[in-house]
């Protein structure tokens, strides 16, 4: 994350960032350390996600500067109205969570992506929202990194949003523009993480092989 981004976030009222462990801390690099944050910012609504240190090829491609960030801010409009209409909620989900998705929906229709659905079904997972017309996954709240992780490995690269959470209001109890972060990255950086991932395979099925005789003679006893 460069110096201007990681100003900026301190300047905005991203509030209730979940504290990384003594242990996390002492050995997450300055990217893994903002990136596991910004990722799981809050304890409610199922808490903790997962750390970016469990996929440290694409953490790699953070520090290289090959993963680029980008703070969006999300129309007045599309808060505003969130905040007025009825909550509707999925399973277990959180009140700020729904209201957060609903905005994300409306600033994706404002933005041309007029089909913007929630709760879909895709290569992250469920997406909380997503639009198949301009391929644009949009997360809300805390979210697991992995999820990005896998966007950048599909080929046909998505536009992959995090709104993280964050305070809705002012104050003085008026709404808020809500902080986005758009992530960028060219087709090598796809094709380089999926060489890898499938170097990562190649060698746990290798070992599997080599210690497998042993194995069968430990079980022939």
């Not at 909620?89 to 409306?106: D, I, S």
């Amino acid at each position: 994350m460069d110096q201007a981004l990681a100003e900026k976030l301190d300047r905005d009222p991203l509030n209730g960032a979940i504290g990384l462990s003594r242990e996390q801390s002492n050995t997450l690099k300055p990217a893994g350390i903002a990136l596991t944050t910004l990722f799981n910012r809050r304890c409610e609504a199922w808490g903790w996600r997962d750390s970016a240190t469990e996929w440290q090829d694409t953490l790699a491609a953070f520090e290289a500067g090959r993963i680029k960030m980008r703070i969006e801010r999300l129309p007045l409009d599309a808060v505003t109205q969130a905040a007025a209409a009825r909550i509707i909620r999925h399973g277990n989900e959180g009140e700020q969570h729904a209201q957060m998705k609903r905005a994300a929906l409306l600033w994706m229709q404002s933005e041309g992506a007029a089909d913007a659905k929630a709760e879909v079904r895709g290569v992250v997972g469920i997406a909380d929202a997503y639009s198949f017309n301009t391929n644009w996954i949009v997360e809300c709240g805390n979210t697991r990194f992995g999820k990005l992780a896998d966007a950048v490995l599909w080929e046909d690269a998505p536009r992959f949003t995090l709104i993280p959470f964050q305070d809705m209001e002012w104050e003085d109890g008026s709404p808020r523009r809500l902080i986005a972060i758009d992530f960028s990255w060219d087709a090598d950086v796809t094709e380089d993480l999926a060489m890898a991932r499938m170097d990562r395979m190649r060698r746990a099925v290798s070992s599997l092989c080599a210690s497998a005789p042993s194995l069968v003679r430990e079980g022939g006893r």
